[in-house]
């Protein structure tokens, strides 16, 4: 049972997660003051800290300590995590603590302003498994219309130290999740997406440190914002080494308006304290992703094959055969046909919006042939891109109003395609009702769910409260996703945006992997893949084998190599099986096969994220009696081997068989000495290990 407690003597809430506290208080004033978010500290030691009084400021300075919401209003000067603008013309807000409620883990302190009609509730779940807080705010309206400029999930504060270092994720098609660590500057410092997905170029994961952290030592607080559309984090530091940051839904500029009787509620922005470095807290993120945010973390993600860079848009009912054919010899256990199977989708100009079997292509309708890779053994997946339409296709001809679109403005195509606006009752309604009969009809399994461009022109003519879209829309996105899988209980669903555009802990609430990357060169996936774990578990991690050449880079590697990057998440093949020659296909079978042993301990096992000595990256998956490691060297100088790479997860006091040569070694070696490792010559030299306890 989570352990909140309420202090009235002293107006404190106590929050136990099994090794971390977090604490409020409430001010003279009714303002919600952060105390502690770190190590466990007893009652009395919150309590000495609440009577701490602020530094003084001057009168150029936000006055008292920090806020766990700060908002606009008063001396506060900070960036502020709510801003509304009251009937009148009024802005800022002022508070009367208003009680507070606790429910099995879930604490909300109640807040209304002094004179208008709006209340504030800040949310607050632990849970007994996990040090991950979830936070989140609601915003009611009793009276007249208020117009909300801003309205976070949270505002997270750390102790006050002499400097801040930040790690974030930044990319781009094709190089997403690329981490960077650097000093906090005394500034704000902006994350956002305002493009309506969560972007390639920014992830609202965010980790501090003071600098000293590695991945095996040292505090680090990070958060992680459940949202998939546009989104905004404000780091700030201040001059005088205060350190908050706020972060919730919608970018810069957009406001929405809450009428009388309305609420809005915020997505969760979850915060994680740990002492235990980089790696202990992937490790606990990766634990909370799987008990409270997926809905089948128990079950093995399928080898699956994908046809995208096989066939691109060639895809017909015999060359897909032909692939599910060869998927099926090598071991594959869900076969995905890609984009092209659709209306008059031929290329990328045309047919998006049309959801119908290409009649050329598909004499027959998807049936035949997912009827046929039933017979093979594997199940059967399409890809959908229901948020978006050509406007050559007979759907936008029949509704060019359903786009996102402005009056007396252009309508910015990209990638030849609009975005519907699912905001639109009209628009969610169809796309859900024609998803829904193409699974039933098709007894499909898998549903590959991409969206390829951003949001431009925005708007909704004729509407009241047009930006209301930018949260709608990614709501209806949720809503669609979450009825399809209570009326299909069997459909999986992968989340994709142009590769990794849509990666968060709010798509992974209803969708089971994601497709990291359309970036399939395994020298440069390490780098992503590294990246996507600070936050992400192997399990939800999309990562196929493809050919080469690599269609992306060119670079030339070995099949084994790409396998063994692959490996460490949900496997995939992309290549196009009908050119592989016979020993390849043999080489992809056994590797399949290796994978399938390991794969318990990388789906389900705890992951330990390795660095050798600057030439070799690895990874380690602890699971039940086993420990798997995955290593790859992209290249080294002559005469230079790694050097053996230190088990530091193993027990000490046990000894380890390697299931392939059979050697013993003894857990006290692997973790002072290390493993050696077994890299054949050259450049993409790699390995899989798999020890057992015994
Ligand atoms: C982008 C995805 O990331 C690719 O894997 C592929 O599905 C294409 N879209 C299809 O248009």
């Not at 980089?278 to 997926?294: I, K, N, P, Q, T």
């Not at 030849?416 to 007894?443: E, F, G």
Request: aromatic residues 10%; negative net charge.
């Amino acid at each position: 049972m989570p352990d909140l407690r309420y202090v009235p003597e002293q107006r404190l809430w106590l929050l136990h997660t099994p090794s971390t506290v977090y604490a409020v208080g409430l001010d003279d004033d009714d303002n919600v003051r952060h105390l502690h978010w770190g190590a466990r500290l007893t009652e009395a030691q919150i309590g000495e800290l609440a009577r701490r009084a602020p530094a003084e400021g001057s009168s150029f300075d936000t006055a008292g300590g920090p806020e766990e919401f700060g908002a606009e209003g008063g001396a506060r000067f900070g960036p502020p995590s709510l801003q509304v603008r009251f009937a009148d013309g009024s802005r800022g807000v002022e508070w009367r603590y208003a009680g507070h409620d606790t429910d099995d883990g879930h604490l909300s302190i109640h807040l209304d302003d002094r004179h208008y009609p709006l209340r504030v509730t800040l949310h607050y779940r632990v849970h007994d498994d996990s040090d991950v807080i979830e936070r989140w705010t609601s915003i009611a309206n009793t009276g007249k219309k208020i117009v909300i400029q801003r309205c976070d999930s949270a505002a997270w504060t750390l102790p006050h130290r002499g400097s801040y270092r930040m790690s974030h994720l930044v990319g781009g098609w094709n190089s997403e999740f690329r981490l960077r660590r650097t000093d906090v500057p005394v500034a704000e410092t902006v994350f956002t997406s305002r493009t309506g997905l969560t972007s390639h170029q920014a992830n609202p994961w965010l980790a501090l440190d003071d600098g000293s952290a590695s991945e095996e030592h040292g505090e680090v607080w990070s958060t992680a914002l459940a949202w998939s559309g546009s989104w905004r984090i404000t780091l700030h530091r201040g001059p005088t080494g205060r350190t908050t940051w706020t972060g919730g839904h919608g970018h810069e500029g957009l406001t929405w308006t809450l009428d009388k009787g309305e609420t809005l509620r915020t997505p969760v922005y979850a915060g994680l304290y740990t002492a235990g470095g980089f790696g202990a807290a992937s490790r606990a993120w990766h634990a909370y992703v799987s008990r409270h945010v997926l809905a089948q973390p128990a079950e093995t993600r399928p080898v699956l094959y994908n046809s995208w860079e096989a066939t691109g848009f060639d895809v017909d009912e015999a060359g897909q055969t032909a692939l599910a054919a060869r998927a099926a010899r090598l071991g594959v256990e869900l076969f995905v046909v890609d984009d092209g199977w659709f209306g008059k989708r031929v290329n990328d100009h045309a047919g998006l919006g049309d959801w119908t079997p290409n009649p050329d292509r598909f004499p027959h309708g998807l049936r035949p042939l997912a009827d046929e890779v039933h017979r093979l053994g594997m199940l059967f997946g399409l890809w959908v891109e229901p948020e978006m339409v050509n406007p050559d296709s007979d759907l936008y001809r029949a509704h060019p109003d359903w786009v996102l679109h402005t009056a007396h403005r252009g309508r910015t195509e990209m990638r030849n395609q609009l975005v519907l606006n699912l905001a639109r009752p009209d628009t969610a309604a169809w796309a859900h009702a024609w998803l829904d009969r193409l699974v039933a009809d098709n007894d499909i399994d898998f549903l590959k769910w991409d969206a390829n461009r951003a949001f431009t022109e925005a708007g909704w003519p004729g509407h009241a409260d047009p930006d209301r879209l930018w949260l709608d829309h990614t709501r209806a996105v949720y809503q669609i996703m979450d009825r399809l899988r209570a009326d299909h209980p069997r459909l999986r669903i992968e989340a994709c945006s142009g590769g990794g555009g849509r990666a968060d802990l709010g798509i992974l609430a209803r969708t089971d992997q994601v497709w990291t990357s359309d970036n399939t060169d395994p020298v440069d996936r390490i780098g992503i893949q590294d990246g996507f774990s600070q936050l992400f578990p192997a399990q939800v991690m999309g990562a196929w084998v493809t050919d080469s050449p690599n269609v992306a880079t060119a670079r030339r590697t070995p099949l084994r190599f790409r396998f063994h990057v692959a490996m460490a998440g949900a496997l995939g093949i992309g290549g196009d099986l009908t050119t592989w020659p016979e020993t390849e296909l043999k080489e992809a079978a056994e590797l399949i096969e290796v994978y399938k042993r390991i794969r318990p301990a990388v789906q389900h096992g705890t992951a330990y994220r390795m660095a050798g000595d600057g030439t070799l990256s690895a990874v380690g998956y602890a699971y039940q009696d086993q420990f798997v490691v995955l290593a790859w060297c992209p290249s080294r100088p002559f005469g230079h081997d790694p050097a053996p790479l230190r088990l530091t997860a193993l027990d000490p006091a046990a000894f380890y068989r390697d299931t392939e040569s059979g050697a013993v070694h003894s857990g006290a070696v692997l973790r002072e000495s290390g493993l050696l490792l077994d890299l054949p010559k050259g450049d993409h030299a790699s390995a899989v290990v798999q020890l057992i306890r015994i």
